[in-house]
């Protein structure tokens, strides 16, 4: 009988009895004996020689052979297939100072001193009083830019922090309900240990904190300045992103950080399995606590959706169209205000084409199998 090799997965305990096994790819979970199997399966044991360790130093008869039928269902006998991508280049040591010691004492100190600057001068916390300046179009493709570029540096930060342990990250664009996102997918997040993982969730967080206390203290100790304006813009982004991350009725960085919290592991479709049940009154599955207290934000999370909607992206929307209609009205025929509604409009439209893609390729893949595990797109 050959020998076989599954050295090249990585086996992680989880919680009692519990342990991940993965191919950086696809992972399962299995009891401890599992991953006690999975061990020894090391290239220089056959899968007999295996049942026969295990029986006799654990007292447990393992059909090996039947465990790897099932590893392979999974696939997880060989390692995965992937495209090398941009962020494959950057090496751990070459961003693991970003979440060294100083660099969280740095972000707390900055933290601070803007906690301090709001108390002291309350003009400089953010607010959308006088935040269109100049044109509509200037506001507008300002806006844009600027959101659009703390998006791409909040997912950079994800992707620092998983290349500094060592997991591959590939950036896509998403969306969440009515909300268009780029995201960072992080699968391989599950070969962590359990509190490793929080520095890959919160990493996005972290910096916007690090940006929008900053920004905060340069209003209030550097004077006035040319730049106060975007200044504000950047800190009112930075604040808001940072709020938007707690709607984790959808796939936030902190609904991945509440299930790691949590132990579960596909929380988001445990807890909607649960509300079925409840709303048409059939006997509910046996869940967890936390998939419980999940499932009763659930209910309340499209309504925190539309207030966050209606308080951020609708005020910023609607300053900016009353801005261009009033230059309309005061020169017909301007082709600013005509440009301020085609970018916005192109935004939507980009919304639109994403969501549209994503919902036809979750209907190409409809008859493939579950994933055992939730894969990590932190937004």
Known sequence: MLMTDLSFLSVVEDGPDDYVVGNGETFINVPAIGAEVVRLLDGTRTPAEVRSRVLREHGVDV??????????????????????????????????????????????????GAVAAMAVRPEVSPTYTGLVWTNSLAFTLTFAAASWLLVFVHELSHIAAARSLGVRAELSLGTRLQFLVAQTRVTGVWRLPRRARYRVHLAGMRTDLAIASAGTCYLAFAGPSPADGLVRLAVLICWSQI?????????????????????????????????????ARRPRPPVARGVRAYARFLVVGRVLGLAFFAGYMVPITVAACARAWEEYQASPGSLTPLATIAVIAAGWLLYVYVFVRQRLRSRRTAGAAAPERESADVA
């Open 243 to 279: 709020a938007w991350q707690f709607l984790f009725f959808m796939r936030t960085d902190v609904y991945y950080a509440y299930a790691n919290l949590t132990g579960e592991k596909n929380l988001m479709d445990d807890a909607q399995a649960y509300l079925r049940a409840v709303l």
């Open 63 to 112: 059909d090996v052979e039947d465990f790897l039928t099932g590893l392979g269902g999974a696939g997880l006998l060989r390692p995965p297939e992937v495209r090398p991508n941009l962020w494959d280049r950057v090496r751990p040591g070459h961003v693991r100072w970003l979440f060294s010691r100083p660099a969280h004492l740095l972000v707390a100190v900055l933290f601070a």
